[in-house]
């Protein structure tokens, strides 16, 4: 059983408006969360990390972590032709992280 | 900026034969991975070190071998390639513990023939 899910596998958003990613973990032993971002031909790049409950905002980017059910999200607040990318979800435990499948982001000028 | 160095950037090998990525990080990091990227599989590990000498297995390391020879140099060995094998491969570092950001490389896409 995979360990991270991502939906949707894919999202279409017109340039300036709100792109929401969803990620749901299998193990309550994780203990932090990390959004990655890969642009094509580059490798993935962290974006931001969580592992408090509640919001982390880095200015347009908000993740929210709610523990009691392994859910994180992440949302784009107006989006640019430059945050399309693939979105990966990751979760931590120790030294061993497990990604997601992935969440393929197109904004549309 | 930390820094991860993958080469050859591409290479193609047929059926059989053998082939080396090669891997460099010059971020002092203890910990280096080895992952492959397949479209709908997301990132998945082969093996990972936690430094010079030592290997521990992945989730995917079946055909794969594996060498940390220093700090900075990690390798990952197909001895008998089988097209199943064609990927995009990354290398990561990072440093040791649960709240560490993991550092790529820019990725070796490899083609079995």
């Known amino acids: 059983q995979q360990k991270v899910q991502q939906s949707p596998e894919s999202l279409s958003v017109p340039e300036g408006g709100m792109a929401s990613l969803n990620c749901t973990s299998s193990d309550r032993n994780f203990q932090y969360f990390w959004w990655y971002r890969q642009h094509s031909g580059e490798g993935p790049k962290a974006l931001m990390?969580?592992?408090?409950?509640g919001d982390k905002k880095e200015g347009r980017f908000t993740a929210h972590l709610n523990k009691a059910s392994l859910h994180v999200s992440l949302h784009i607040r107006d989006s640019q032709p430059s945050d399309s990318a693939l979105y990966f979800c990751a979760a931590q435990n120790n030294n061993r992280i497990f990604f997601g499948d992935g969440t393929q982001l197109v904004v549309k000028p | 900026e930390a820094a991860v160095t993958q080469s050859p950037r591409n290479k193609v090998t047929v059926t059989g034969g053998n082939v080396t990525l090669s891997c460099r990080q010059t971020n002092s990091h203890n910990y280096m991975y080895w992952y492959r990227q397949d479209t709908g599989h997301g990132l998945r590990l082969i093996h990972y070190s936690y430094g010079a000498g030592n290997l521990q297995i992945g989730d995917v390391p079946d055909g794969y071998k594996a060498t940390r020879t220093t700090q900075e140099d990690f390798f990952l060995l197909l001895e008998l390639a089988s097209p199943s094998q064609t990927s995009l491969y990354f290398c990561a570092s990072s440093e040791p513990g649960a709240y560490a950001e993991q550092f790529f490389g820019p990725g070796t896409r490899l083609t079995v023939l």
């Open positions: 990390s969580i592992f408090s409950d």
